[in-house]
């Protein structure tokens, strides 16, 4: 199932589910070529938000609308030449990189030392390292919908956020939108974009 936007649902409990679903959804897209399944429903999914003019709804829907305007293949085409390739991508998804200007850094074993707090590290079939957005977005997911309410709650929601997202999440979704080859990536980070601002609002008013 396809999220829309947190900002359409009404009750509290639905804006947590909503932001998980987001979060995972993101961390889909970033981590490899959508599968066919997720663009398909993508391409099914509502544009129009009960309460017309939320935050999300027009990213939402900018995004939608160039699933249904982009084969699979373009988009997978895409994400190959953005992210994969020999050696260095034309774009980083990776927070080292962008806190330090080289990867596998200190932003990365910070990270590391984090994870191993709540609990958490990589599955060693994973390819990427823990600083990679998709593995970033997941470990939100987590922590808003994860069942142990001692690591899943909106206090280490903030704090991981704010030490391990908030400082380069904008610099990457900047770089992103501005790349010639973006077409489909660039509508992801706009609703990137908008969706780490809704978050970071969210989590200032908890100050």
Sequence with gaps: ???MPETVRSSALDEETARAELYGLLAQVYYASPAPELLADLRLSATQAPTP?????????NL???????????????FDALFGGV???????YGSHYLSGF???KPLARLR??????????????????DHVAYL???????IAGDDVAVANLTR????????????????????????????????AVLTQAFMSVEAQGFDLMR
């Design 87 to 93: 050696g260095k991508p034309e774009v980083y998804l």
């Design 137 to 143: 977005f997941e470990v939100m997911r987590y922590l």
């Design 53 to 61: 003019g939320s935050f999300l709804e027009e990213p939402w829907r």
């Design 157 to 188: 929601q903030q704090a991981f956020f704010a030490a391990h997202v908030q400082p380069w999440i904008f610099l990457m979704c900047e770089t992103l939108q501005q790349h010639p080859k973006a077409r489909f990536y660039a509508g992801v």
């Design 113 to 130: 030392t984090e994870l191993n707090s709540l609990g958490l590290g990589r599955d060693q079939a994973m390819s990427e390292t823990e």
């Design 103 to 105: 990867l596998n850094e």
């Design 1 to 3: 199932m396809i999220p």
């Design 64 to 78: 939608v609308g160039l699933a249904r305007s982009l084969s699979d293949e373009v988009i997978a085409a895409e």
